[in-house]
């Protein structure tokens, strides 16, 4: 029986040797393999280096883009109910309301409009996602909050090298954050980025990202005053430790060379699955990409009735093949408190999708597996009235 995940890295003898070479160096902690690895992403976004460093995770992330930006009761921030928890986690865990906006139900992006209706007196900032890593309506997202003169959070994490005219996604609005943890594109285990375009709100983002540290790398005073005292410290916030270190740093640079492949390798296997499955009766596939758009691939969902996906879900499940869907919508969580609210979007997403398994590692053998599974189920599925009339 076919063996076949949903999400899964490749990761090899490259990646053992720089964990190697940092074992043999005996700093494990954050030194010149993360900071190297925040320069050369910071290359990959065509931004500033010292805008952008390495943390221990994406939800870390947006937890502290909350706290930079002083969110907290009183102010509302928008977001799609097609998210995923950790956003709706770190808004609330602030005191600051969300407020959830519809997407669409192809895309699972948000439009600008789809925001535009959420937004209230006390909206202070809006956190989007590029759903799958299709960039969406970034652009008109991002004029939207500038217009508005509202902070714009880009949740990155699926969108690790998807652009829209050449820009990088994670660069349209003012902070963004990227995940590499297990089941992304680019792994280091766990990690992340963290992007802030404000050089003075990214020096800061660093200072909290490190015990609210401040002036020098390490916080310990330096000046020539204190120098037979230099462990004294220079605390300026109250900061937490949510940086990264050199074992995940230098896992990070390899996998971040070998990006493109796996990103070619991603695309030509959903233009398999778009060519394979584009006469399944009942399955719908992604829609196309705009003109100067470009995505991770990351996701490849379809759509069908309800019915047919619970079936082609199960039906891979029995042969072996993973499948998921995100993101259930928050909306629908109690703890969030907009159980009642209407999303039509959102929820005909929730009932009709289910995610493929989409990664570098998939061979033709793999995806004629998944799209023989998907083509039975389909044909037998649509069988059922028939033989009932019959």
Not at 24 to 32: F, K
Not at 150 to 172: H, N, R
Request: hydrophobic share 45%.
């Amino acid at each position: 029986m076919a063996k076949i995940n949903v999400f899964q890295p490749t990761l090899g003898a490259d990646e053992a040797a720089v964990v190697a070479e940092v074992f043999e160096s005996n700093w494990l902690g954050y030194g010149q393999r993360a900071q190297a690895f925040e320069a050369e992403f910071a290359a990959h976004l065509d931004v500033p280096a010292e805008q952008v460093f390495f943390i221990n995770c994406a939800t870390a992330g947006l937890f502290l883009a909350i706290e930079l930006l002083g969110l907290g009761p009183g102010d509302d921030v928008v977001l799609p109910s097609a998210h995923f928890v950790a956003a709706g986690n770190a808004v609330a865990a602030s005191g600051a309301r969300p407020v959830f906006c519809d997407v669409d139900p192809h895309t699972m992006n948000p439009t600008a409009e789809h925001i535009a209706a959420a937004l209230t007196p006390d909206t202070k900032a809006v956190l989007t996602l590029h759903f799958g890593g299709y960039p969406g309506d970034i652009e008109a997202v991002a004029t939207l909050c500038r217009d508005r003169g509202i902070v714009l959070i880009e949740d990155a994490a699926c969108a690790v090298s998807s652009t829209v005219d050449g820009q990088a996604c994670g660069t349209f609005g003012d902070i963004a954050v990227w995940s590499f943890d297990a089941m992304k594109i680019l792994v280091t285990g766990d990690g992340g980025m963290f992007y802030a375009k404000d050089p003075e709100l990214a020096a800061r983002a660093r200072r909290l990202a490190y015990f609210g540290l401040g002036k020098s790398a390490s916080g310990f005073v330096k000046s020539k005053a204190r120098a037979q005292r230099w462990w004294d410290l220079e605390v300026e916030e109250f900061g937490r430790r949510i940086i990264g270190n050199d074992i995940t740093g230098a896992i990070g640079s390899v996998q971040l060379r070998k990006l493109p492949g796996f990103v070619a390798r991603r695309v030509e296997i959903a233009a398999a699955y778009d060519r394979l499955l584009a006469e399944v009766p009942g399955v719908r596939t992604p829609p196309p990409l705009p003109a100067g758009h470009t995505t991770s691939g990351y996701f490849y969902w379809i759509q069908c009735d309800s019915a047919l996906r619970d079936k082609i879900a199960a039906d891979l499940l029995a042969a072996g093949v993973y499948t998921t869907f995100r993101y259930p919508p928050l909306h629908r969580v109690p703890i969030y408190g907009a159980v009642d609210l209407v999303l039509p979007g959102t929820e005909e997403a929730a009932e009709t999708s289910i995610l493929l398994p989409l990664h570098q590692g998939m061979s033709e053998a793999d995806v004629q597996v998944v799209v023989d599974s998907v083509t039975r189920s389909a044909a037998e599925y649509a069988a059922v009235p028939v033989a009932a009339e019959a």
